[in-house]
T-cell receptor
Framework: AQSVTQPDIHITVSEGASLELRCNYS??????LFWYVQSPGQGLQLLLK??????LVQGIKGFEAEFKRSQSSFNLRKPSVHWSDAAEYFC???????????FGTGTRLQVFP | GAVVSQHPSWVICKSGTSVKIECRSL??????MFWYRQFPKQSLMLMAT?????????EQGVEKDKFLINHASLTLSTLTVTSAHPEDSSFYIC???????????FGPGTRLLVL
């Protein structure tokens, strides 16, 4: 069965520091991978997605993620975090033959000035 | 592009009443729409999947008579919480999926408080 693990429940970084949010998935074939961000009381906004091709994917707001098949990972990175990046981040996995998504439990990012 | 709206953004109702939440894809046609429920500080829980013109498919443990879903067009799906009770209070989020992008786009959510 498909599953998504986000090992870090809560991460705190200083503004300007680099960021890496971890995501591991379990799926037998090549998955479709997504990162979404949710601000308090809001819906989810798509940051980036990976279907195939170049394993380093660029997204909005300066985020990028790298698909590593050997590690079953799709970690999200940002070189310099801004205070406005404080939010909940969800990793999700889907497949080509279904429109459903399996979500991780989320990582809450806190940014200190 | 790919904007999804929800209405209302928040609603307070008395126990026993029914509440309807609308989900619209504003600039694209959605093959499928999804309804999620989210509890505080938790991930999203998929409630049901709806396709235009078809009956919704409910996830295990979700009462279909309690949460009525209608998908009348390729741009509109509604979720009606019937005879709402305080335990139905939650944050409800819809998403719309299009086969062109193979991606779910989410609405801003509706916060329901049942008194």
């Amino acid at each position: 069965a498909q599953s998504v693990t986000q090992p870090d429940i809560h991460i705190t970084v200083s503004e300007g520091a680099s960021l890496e949010l971890r995501c591991n998935y379990s799926y037998g074939a090549t998955p479709y991978l997504f990162w979404y961000v949710q601000s308090p009381g809001q819906g989810l906004q798509l940051l980036l997605k990976y279907f195939s091709g170049d394993t380093l994917v660029q997204g909005i707001k300066g985020f990028e993620a790298e698909f590593k098949r050997s590690q079953s990972s799709f970690n999200l990175r940002k070189p310099s975090v801004h205070w406005s990046d404080a939010a909940e981040y969800f990793c999700a996995v889907g497949t080509f033959n279904t429109d459903k998504l399996i979500f991780g439990t989320g990582t809450r990012l806190q940014v200190f000035p | 592009g790919a904007v999804v709206s929800q209405h209302p953004s928040w609603v307070i109702c008395k126990s026993g009443t029914s509440v309807k939440i609308e989900c619209r894809s504003l600039d694209f046609q959605a093959t499928t729409m999804f309804w999620y429920r989210q509890f505080p500080k938790q991930s999203l829980m998929l409630m049901a999947t709806s396709n235009e013109g078809s009956k919704a498919t409910y996830e295990q443990g979700v009462e279909k008579d309690k949460f009525l879903i209608n998908h009348a067009s390729l741009t509109l799906s509604t979720l009606t919480v019937t005879s709402a009770h305080p335990e139905d209070s939650s944050f409800y989020i819809c998403s719309a999926w299009t086969s062109g992008t193979e991606t779910q786009y989410f609405g801003p959510g509706t916060r329901l408080l049942v008194l």
